[in-house]
């Protein structure tokens, strides 16, 4: 069976690369908030803010084509909602525009808001996409970990990436069983089908993780897992963080 | 129903990652408690069970199909508490991984799709339990579920400022009523289903 992989570029080498995996996160969640958190219909702030994501692409040598097909793939779900903010928005400075029949008010805050709220999506995306795929995920885990998340949380996370390849092969592989054999049908008879294999599923992955929890137990788990984090943060790391930091607060300021 | 970054505001994401954090919190206490160790392993694969679950696309009609949202199967096989916990895993994952729904908007996601829909579908199903059969319970915990999440969603988005809260919330409520009846059919017979094989693997509180 095949999977996508998502960490496909983590590793290559570059400086977006080669940064310390706790400072990479919190550089590109400063990046997001900054950018996700712009304000007002001020649309000229987003030339910046772009160039900015764009050279941090390019510094990581990650194609720029493979992290605009992420952000094309997400585009339907973000232009789903935002679609109708041209139209809905306060009429002050609106105007009327005929489609055939249909007369719709057009106001040209809406339109302001409706790029402004597209842009900061896109963006976003291209910086979760970047961070992604610069950093294998068992070391972002670990980062995350040592960032203060919850390690329950985290220890539930890396169990589930291990067996989600594992289950989605069995998933598939019952589709592919009862599409051999399954030819027209009733959409109802398909549903069924369908749904008895998610129970199936259901079962196998119950008892998967009993027998996981055994063999964890007889080799003496006891609740905790211990792992040796032996990367340092280096003042290359802090320099990075700071230049972008300031690069960031110069935008929001002049922009 | 993934809300991406740059839809909420900035009070509204800080607060809806307030109250996801406290409960998240709170759940992790109570599974903690009732599983121990075992919780790990457990948790670990359901969610991987949940996100494999969601990939799986279901005809609805002509040519068009949908994927579970399974918050209410979770809390029903699992318990409240515990689903909560594997919708959480199941949301981060889907935020890094495929940058479905955003990092400053993950609290937002999480109060929804894990908060709401697992917990308020399992409030409801308990409830519908005792009057009808587990059936009709699943249904109706499913259906709600759907549209309860799809609900407090248009209201962050309304409280955020980024659409009318008269457009987005009937817009939402009435999509989501339609695909939380396919849910609430797949739900069903995926509980049918169980219940006929392993009756024993339901939650009993």
């Known amino acids: 069976m095949e999977h996508a992989f998502f960490d496909e570029y983590s590793h290559s080498d570059s400086v977006i690369h080669r940064l ?19 304000t007002g219909y001020n649309l000229k702030i987003f030339v910046p803010y772009s160039i900015t994501v764009i050279s941090l692409i390019l510094l990581s040598k990650v194609p720029v084509a493979f992290i605009f097909k992420r952000v094309v793939s997400l585009l339907p779900f973000i232009l789903m909602v935002t679609i109708f903010l041209p139209f809905i928005q306060s009429v002050e400075g609106g105007e009327k525009v005929s489609w055939g029949a249909l007369t719709l008010p057009v106001s040209y805050n809406g339109i302001r808001l409706f790029v402004s709220v597209v842009m900061k999506s896109c963006l976003s995306v291209m910086l979760t996409t970047l961070l992604m795929v610069s950093t294998d995920f068992a070391s972002l885990l670990k980062a995350l970990e040592k960032l203060r998340v919850p390690s329950l949380l985290i220890m539930i996370i890396s169990f589930m990436y291990r067996y989600v390849f594992v289950l989605e092969d069995e998933l598939m592989k019952m589709r592919q069983a009862k599409e051999c054999r399954s030819v027209g049908g ?24 009993e027998k ?8 003496g788990f006891d609740g905790h897992a211990r792992s040796i984090y032996d990367s340092k943060i280096k003042t290359r790391d802090m320099l990075f963080l700071v230049f972008l930091a300031v690069i960031l607060t110069l935008i929001k300021l002049y922009g | 129903m993934h809300i991406p970054d740059g839809f909420l505001s900035v009070k509204v994401s800080a607060a809806t990652w307030v109250i996801s954090l406290c409960g998240i ?19 670990g694969v359901m969610s991987a069970f949940v996100f494999a679950a969601q990939m799986l696309n279901f005809p609805i ?3 068009t199909s949908g994927h579970l949202l399974a918050s209410a199967l979770a809390s029903i096989l699992l318990g409240p508490y515990a689903a909560a916990i594997v919708m959480t895993c199941v949301l981060v994952v889907q935020c890094f991984l495929f940058q ?26 308990s409830i519908a339990k005792k009057m009808t059969g587990i ?57 049918n289903f169980i219940l006929k094989v392993r009756k024993d693997l339901l939650y009993k509180p």
């Open chain 1, 212 to 219: 996981v929890y055994l063999a964890m137990c007889s080799r």
């Open chain 2, 25 to 43: 919190a709170l759940c992790l206490k109570k599974v903690t408690a009732r599983l121990k160790d075992k919780m790990i392993p457990l948790m």
């Open chain 1, 186 to 209: 009733s959409q109802w008879f398909h549903l069924k089908a369908q749904a008895n294999m998610l129970g199936v599923l259901f079962l196998r992955a119950y008892e998967r993780a």
């Open chain 2, 100 to 125: 479905d729904g955003g990092i400053t908007a993950l609290g937002a996601n999480i109060l929804n799709m894990a908060l709401v829909a697992a917990i308020g579908g399992y409030g409801v199903y």
């Open chain 2, 135 to 191: 059936i009709v319970a699943t249904a109706m915990a499913a259906w709600l579920s759907v549209v309860l999440a799809s609900s407090v969603c248009a209201l962050e988005l309304a409280a955020s400022g980024t659409v009318a809260l008269t457009i987005v919330l009937p817009a939402m409520a009435l999509a989501h009523a339609l695909t939380g009846g396919i849910e609430a059919a797949v739900t069903c017979l995926i509980i």
């Open chain 1, 20 to 38: 310390e995996p706790r400072v990479k996160i919190l550089a590109f969640l400063l990046c997001i908030l900054f950018i996700a958190f712009a």
């Open chain 2, 61 to 63: 009609f002509a040519g």
